[in-house]
């Protein structure tokens, strides 16, 4: 007679948690990240000892380091380090808060306005094709040395990610939503604020990442165009006097304020869009 008994799924063999995995995941990643980096810098600092890499072009990542200490101790050559890096923080900050929500406000509006997306698309795409280097020049001789000239150049590296994103998000916006919401009753700015602005929210939010590190690119570029302080004066100032540890220096003290940025923007993101679904963690 035939065996006819029907073997038992594996339901009973416990699972991991997804809790679990992503842990697993993000120390696997960590130590990953971290290997790689004392396998550049390690490579960088032996090249140097071993005469492979010249330092005077290169820099040494022990120079680096004394650069720094030295700035934090006893201030740089034109003043006290955390107020340069405040001053580009400074212009870096106004000019992504102007430009995300100009871009934001400039981007639903044409999204959801078909005339007007027809009028001031060519007059966007134009202003879109200006190299920023000269906009730069042009704030700083209208705006002066100052902040402004900065900030009004950040304004125009952010707004226009920003714009391209949200203009998307809105035009990509459920129409069976929007068709429901309709006939519901919804007024059109209800369906803007209650349908299409959640729904271009995730697009948004990318350009974000993206648009801090243009207007931190945008108030460099201006320091070093003309300015009085500022971590891009710093990085010209060490250029002129072929101090390539400290144009490093410099490096690495922006790279450190973008990291903490796209942090903040992240923890920001997490908290907007709680409403969306986790996404499974494979190995």
């Given amino acids: 007679m035939a065996d006819t008994t029907i073997s038992k799924p594996e339901t009973d063999i416990p699972a991991e948690s997804l809790a679990v995995r992503m842990r697993r995941r993000a120390r696997l990643v960590l130590a990953l990240r971290l290997a790689v980096l004392i396998v550049l810098v390690a490579g960088w600092e032996f090249g140097v000892r071993f005469s492979l890499i010249d330092p005077f072009f290169f820099g040494q990542p022990s120079g680096i380091v004394l650069k720094l200490i030295d700035w934090t101790q006893n201030g740089t050559s034109i003043g006290p380090l955390w107020k340069q890096i405040w001053v580009t923080i400074y212009e870096a900050g106004a000019g992504f808060l102007i430009g ?157 304020v973008a990291l903490l940025a796209e942090w903040l923007l992240t923890t920001l993101e997490n908290r907007l869009l709680t409403w969306r679904p986790e996404t499974n963690v494979h190995d």
Avoid at 114 to 138: E, M, Q, T, W
Avoid at 139 to 155: E, N, Q, Y
Wanted: hydrophobic fraction near 60%; proline fraction near 2%.
């Fill in 100 to 256: 995300a929500v100009l871009g934001v406000l400039c981007g639903i509006a044409l999204g959801r306005n078909h005339l007007l997306s027809d009028v001031f698309s060519i007059y966007i795409k134009v202003a879109n094709s200006i190299p920023r280097v000269v906009l730069g020049s042009i704030f700083i001789v209208a705006l002066g040395l100052g902040a402004a000239s900065k900030i009004a150049l950040a304004v125009v590296m952010v707004f226009f990610v920003v714009f391209a994103n949200a203009f998307q998000g809105v035009r990509e916006a459920d129409k069976n939503l929007i068709a429901n919401a309709r006939i519901l009753g919804a007024s059109p700015w209800q369906v803007t604020t209650s349908v299409v602005i959640p729904s271009a929210l995730s697009w948004i939010l990318a350009s974000l990442h993206v648009s801090f590190g243009f207007a931190l690119v945008g108030a460099i570029v201006g320091e070093f165009l003309g300015a009085r302080e500022g971590m891009g004066l710093l990085i010209a100032t060490a250029q002129g006097s072929f101090d390539s540890n400290g144009v490093f220096a410099a490096m690495i003290v922006i790279a450190v």
